[in-house]
């Protein structure tokens, strides 16, 4: 029974969201654009992976390219080259790190590649960007830290929730001292409907199929983490399962749905984490923030306030 995660890989991937998510991938010294502004260098980067991958604007922004794209199924791939109007096109996720002028690289695979792939790119002298998770355990986790400390590259796990308009605000009230002392905190991710993602259109299962709920809590400590500033150094867990087949025979010997964790900080205070992959209830990233001078609740996705 998997009731404690283990809170060891919880807090090596938060170093590398407080490390490195505050900077851009770009490195070397700013030019000076047309109108004046001080801007960063030119991010060359190569996208990995089409399905979640061909779903930003890398290409939108003046300081970005789209140099090249990668992807192993032949409609992904095209998928990518049209969304990016890029025409270097790789099967091979190695030939795409030997293209010139590549100086990034996006990760966008599935959750199990993301250490390896962003080694590999790390290695071949490219900052990165990957999705989230970071990791699957300590030990990749820690080969990541390792790679970017020898390397000097940078790496930035694209957590979302650390970008939400109502994170932003409260990291900044936080900063402020308006909330006084948080003493204690929530977060929820709620994500009901994963079921035909457990599967591709083979009917083989996907990465996803019976994935640990705990094993993707960033959307949630994504949320308390930069706005307490505080680490979560101990935890207990309960999980529920209701003996679904999935929960018998994945990978990942993971019997639960859903998962709820207990949290102490750094600084003594205590929070819950939840999250549930079955659950009548609407799709949520939310949290909350009691402080002993000003409270904050994100609205629940029917616009209850609390």
């Not at 490195?27 to 047309?34: E, F, L, M, P, R």
């Not at 990995?48 to 789209?66: E, K, T």
């Not at 900044?172 to 948080?182: C, D, L, S, V, Y």
Request: hydrophobic share 35%.
């Amino acid at each position: 029974m998997r009731e404690t995660p283990n809170t060891s890989a919880g807090l090596t991937r938060r170093r590398l969201v407080q490390g490195f998510s505050a900077g851009t991938l770009a490195a070397g010294a700013s030019g000076q654009q047309a109108d004046g502004r001080r801007g960063a260098a030119k991010v060359n980067i190569g996208i990995v992976g089409g399905g979640f991958g061909s779903s930003f604007q890398w290409h939108q922004d003046p300081d970005c390219a789209v140099a090249a794209v990668c992807d192993i199924r032949p409609d992904r791939l095209q998928r990518l080259s049209e969304v990016y109007r890029c025409g270097n096109t790789f099967k091979n996720f190695r030939e795409l790190l030997k293209h010139p002028g590549l100086n990034a690289v996006g990760v966008f695979t599935p959750a199990p590649l993301h250490v390896w792939m962003a080694i590999e790119a790390m290695k071949a002298g490219k900052h990165v960007i990957s999705a989230v998770p970071a990791g699957m355990s300590v030990e990749e986790l820690e080969e990541l830290l390792e790679t970017v400390k020898r390397t000097g590259l940078r790496y930035m796990m694209a957590e979302t929730s650390f970008y939400r308009p109502e994170v932003i605000t409260c990291r900044e009230w936080a900063r402020e001292g308006r909330f006084g002392t948080i003493f204690y905190s929530e977060s929820e991710y709620h994500h009901e409907g994963l079921l035909p993602l457990m599967y591709d259109d083979r009917g083989f299962p996907t990465w996803r199929y019976g994935f640990p709920p705990m094993q993707y809590p960033t959307h949630c400590t994504g949320i308390i983490v930069p706005v307490t500033g505080e680490r979560l150094v101990e935890v207990q867990a309960i999980g529920w399962g209701d003996g679904h087949e999935i929960l018998k025979t994945n990978p990942y010997r993971n019997p639960f749905w859903n998962e709820t964790g207990f949290f102490k900080t750094s600084g003594g205070r205590c929070c819950r984490i939840s999250v549930d992959w079955h659950i009548a209830a609407g799709g949520t990233e939310r949290g909350l923030f009691y402080g002993d001078r000003l409270s904050f609740i994100m609205s629940r996705p029917e616009g209850s306030p609390n």
